[in-house]
């Protein structure tokens, strides 16, 4: 019996289930070790404890996920990764024309439904991690509102809704040492 293909890769794990990839027990595994517990901040509890705590708080160890060994699964990690190398090149357009790109390649002949399937599900968590990341480029701001109350009247007639508010600031993280003194900031 072949042991299973596995990834410690979560967006690739997630790419090749949806290219069709049939998981197989124990499906993932999640391992920690005292050093990983430590780093947590779990010193001073029982280690089978502290995995315990780790996972109550969303603090994830190792994690592996675990294929059928008997699809051919390398062929599709490969896609996987030269997607990714794809995306990275200087020349790389949008994750949206990388997609038209993958999906071009398919109907051409060029690549299996399933290797389409694993590209198109890079790109997608490739769109995904940016779109989550697009706050980090911004400016921050500071929304204080000012006194009063807010009211919010909905016309019974029109269905219409009409929201009054006493005010509010809004200031960047870069305003001047003027405006942080002036605003008590």
């Known amino acids: 019996m072949r042991s299973p293909f596995t990834t410690n890769n979560d967006a690739q794990a997630f790419a090749l289930y949806m290219a069709g990839a049939q998981m197989v027990p124990p499906y993932v595994k999640n391992e920690y070790t005292p050093n990983m517990l430590r780093g947590m901040g779990l010193q001073g509890v029982k280690p089978l404890d502290a995995i315990k705590l780790a996972q109550a708080r969303d603090k994830r160890g190792a994690v592996t996920y675990f294929f059928n060994p008997e699809q051919e699964l390398r062929n599709l990690a490969d896609a996987y990764d030269d997607q990714i190398k794809r995306l990275d090149a200087d020349d790389a357009g949008t994750v949206q024309e990388e997609i038209v790109k993958v999906e071009t390649r398919f109907l051409d002949g060029q690549i299996t439904r399933q290797e389409k399937d694993v590209r198109v599900a890079c790109c997608f968590m490739r769109g995904r991690k940016l779109i989550l990341n697009f706050w980090k480029q911004c400016q921050p701001t500071l929304l204080i509102t000012k006194g009063g ?37």
């Open 149 to 185: 109350s807010r009211s919010d009247v909905v016309d019974k007639d029109t269905g219409g809704r009409t929201v009054t508010h006493p005010g509010f600031i809004v200031v960047s993280a870069n305003a001047s040492e003027e405006t942080k003194e002036r605003l008590g900031l």
